[in-house]
């Protein structure tokens, strides 16, 4: 990935690919499995968002990494696939998580 230094114009690109790339993965994910009320649909959709813009770089280099694309990718390509990928995989533990605790979690 190229050295971004302290760039203003290259650190509003990585923003706007994290940030795109989190919306992305959290709005696709909406798609895939519908929540039952918007209270769900909000907090997995902010979890999405969150975990893409936090977890959106390592998860860009670790995945250009295991798929062998590291060099064939430039910084906001990693960025916007990290940011969708870690975006994408939260909303789906926390929407697995709340489908079992609602299963199970019952009042006795």
Known sequence: MADL???????????????????????????????????EAASRFATGMTCGLIFGGPTGLWLAERLGLSGMLSGAETMLAGSAAASLCAWWVLGALSRVAERYGGRR
Not at 10 to 22: H, I, L, N, Q, S
Not at 23 to 33: E, P, Q, T
């Open 5 to 39: 230094g302290h760039d203003p114009g290259a650190m509003f690109g990585v923003w706007a690919a994290k940030t795109a790339g989190a919306f992305a993965g959290a709005g696709v994910s909406l798609i895939y499995l519908l929540p039952k009320s918007r209270r």
